[in-house]
């Protein structure tokens, strides 16, 4: 199971995926759940559990809609900065890097698209009519209300699961453009350098002090490592408040 773990985050570090097989929401609400004395206010409330459901859709197809312009766009460039790589006559290892590099881009980007083309396609989604409170009680009206938020579990949840992908997808293709710029900023500096350094020099610097500066990239890892822990630890503290603060609102809603 350890393995089997650790190896799943190696292949999600690479190529996220959402472990699991997607859960079927099957605890539908009966008839007689609804108790007989259902007023205007549990109404009301089953009709904003109907609007907030409406809301969260809506946020992700905005966001959806967004990923499929920038990356649509982003993809037809790669696909020509690429094409004219490929046209280079005399390649150098540093073309084949970079033809490399934009196929990971491309590769990375065609997934964001493809996950937001899938967070924005029609589902089965229960809509609320004017058939669901004309000539009908209070009871009535808010176990069809409270059905239909249910009922839409599974194709909210769909949604929200691409988008997921979409975004784990767009930060590696963040990440990607960030390398590349770091490592064009050393090879900057390197150029920069040898105008007024014995490249030699350089390289007998860096032999001599080899572990040293190994010594310093781990400890700025580690000690990055250690904060971002600690963001996540605040996070996780701060929505566990939150949510002990819903859950003391609902316990004390009438």
């Given at each position: 199971m350890?393995?089997?773990?650790?190896?799943?985050?190696?292949?999600?570090?690479?190529w996220p995926f959402l472990?699991?097989?997607?859960i079927e929401f099957n605890k539908f609400i009966k008839h007689e759940d609804v108790p007989v004395t259902s007023n205007k206010q549990?109404?009301?409330?089953?009709?904003?559990?109907?609007?907030?459901?409406?809301?969260?859709?809506?946020?992700?197809?905005?966001?959806?809609?967004?990923?499929?312009?920038?990356?649509?766009?982003?993809?037809?460039?790669?696909a020509f900065v690429v094409k004219d790589l490929l046209m280079i006559e005399n390649h150098t290892i540093w073309t084949y890097i970079a033809i490399l590099?934009?196929?990971?881009?491309?590769?990375?980007?065609?997934?964001v698209l493809r996950y937001s083309i899938r967070a924005l396609e029609r589902k089965n989604y229960e809509s609320f009519s004017y058939d669901?409170?004309?000539?009908?009680?209070?009871?009535?009206?808010c176990f069809g209300l409270v059905k239909k938020v249910q009922k839409n579990y599974d194709a909210i949840n769909s949604k929200v699961e691409n988008m997921t992908l979409a975004q784990k997808f767009m930060k590696r293709v963040l990440s990607v453009i960030v390398l590349c710029a770091i490592a064009f900023l050393f090879y900057s500096l390197w150029m920069i350098l040898s105008l007024f350094i014995d490249s030699n020099k350089i390289f007998l610097f860096l032999r001599a002090y080899c572990c040293l500066i190994s010594l310093l990239v781990f400890t700025l890892i580690t000690i990055a490592f250690f904060v971002k822990i600690n963001i996540l630890k605040r996070k996780i503290i701060i929505l566990k408040r939150d949510l002990k603060k819903v859950n003391d609102e609902n316990t004390t809603t009438p």
């Open positions: 350890c393995i089997k773990k650790i190896v799943n985050s190696f292949v999600g570090f690479f472990e699991g097989d997607p549990d109404v009301d409330y089953a009709y904003q559990m109907y609007l907030n459901q409406k809301e969260r859709i809506k946020v992700v197809e905005s966001k959806s809609i967004v990923f499929i312009g920038i990356f649509g766009s982003l993809i037809a460039i790669l590099v934009m196929s990971i881009l491309v590769l990375y980007s065609t997934q669901d409170f004309l000539n009908k009680d209070d009871k009535e009206i």
